[in-house]
């Protein structure tokens, strides 16, 4: 039986997470002395380290079955690949910036401007749809130097913190994409490929569910049960188990961690007591 062969980006901002999340879905490989190639010891599956930014070619070609990119280089490399599930990681945008000092008042600054990016697919195509024209400056890295050295009139490019646009003296002015890791796949894997995905995924989402919500334990008087139950929207409904002390049981539930800020003080309010909120290490849905 043939294994799933995943590329991973062998340095760079999603090289960690990338391998974690594999750790967590209980992939073990061996994993370091530069190796570019590995193969899991307990899952079908190969793992390629590449530049992030040849993954959707080598998806495309079946060198790779599936692999781990932002959605910005997804959307740039206009390849024959799906997007087949968002991963919550290395969130950025892909933004314009000009220099601090321009008085910016809209798109139509880009009118006849040059522009540097790394992105000259997408920002083509955002330009085109609003009807502005630029030249487009294609370079392939430290973007953000470009308007500094008169290469340029502004930049597209990956903006997180926004702290390396400052320290160029740029500021960020119209966001073109938002942009997080995904998983993207060929759209024709054999069908044993395409099971071994199947349970990949399965995993994935079960690490990702975990992550999102926690386990819930509070202690209440039985008269307060119901109304502390129509407070905890759970998987379910609620375990209640009774305590030693009479009149009082303990409510168990899993709520995501958003909402349980949104109703701690309801819960105490109610009457809910030595509430305990505890990590999930995964979550089968
Ligand atoms: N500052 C950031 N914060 C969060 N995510 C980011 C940031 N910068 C980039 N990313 C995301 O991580 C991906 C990889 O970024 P990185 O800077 O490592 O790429 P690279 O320099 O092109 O690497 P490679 O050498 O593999 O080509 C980007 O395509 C983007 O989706
Ligand atoms: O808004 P910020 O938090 O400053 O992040 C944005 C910067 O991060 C990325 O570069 P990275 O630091 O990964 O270096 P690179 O140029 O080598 O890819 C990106 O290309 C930006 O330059
Ligand atoms: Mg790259």
Redesign the pocket.
Known sequence: MSKLKIAL??????SEKSIKLLEECGIKFPNGGGKLITESTNFPLEILFL???DIPQYVEQKVADIGI?????FAESLKNINSIEKLGF???RLSLAVSKDVDYQGLSFFNNKRVATSYPNILSGFFRNNDIHTNIEIIS?SVEIAPGIGLSDGICD?V?SGSTLLSNGLKEVVKVMD?Q?ILVANPDLEVNKQQILEKLLFRIRSVRNAKENKYILLNAPDEKLEKIKKILPGMNSPTILPLAQEGWSSLHSVISEDKFWDVIDELKEAGAQGILVVPIEKMIV
């Not at 990119?69 to 280089?73: A, F, K, P, Q, S």
Request: proline share 0%; aromatic share 0%; net charge neutral.
């Open positions: 980006q062998k340095n760079g901002r999603l530049r992030d930014d990119i932002g959605e910005n280089v290395s969130a950025c890295g990956i997180s942009s890791a």
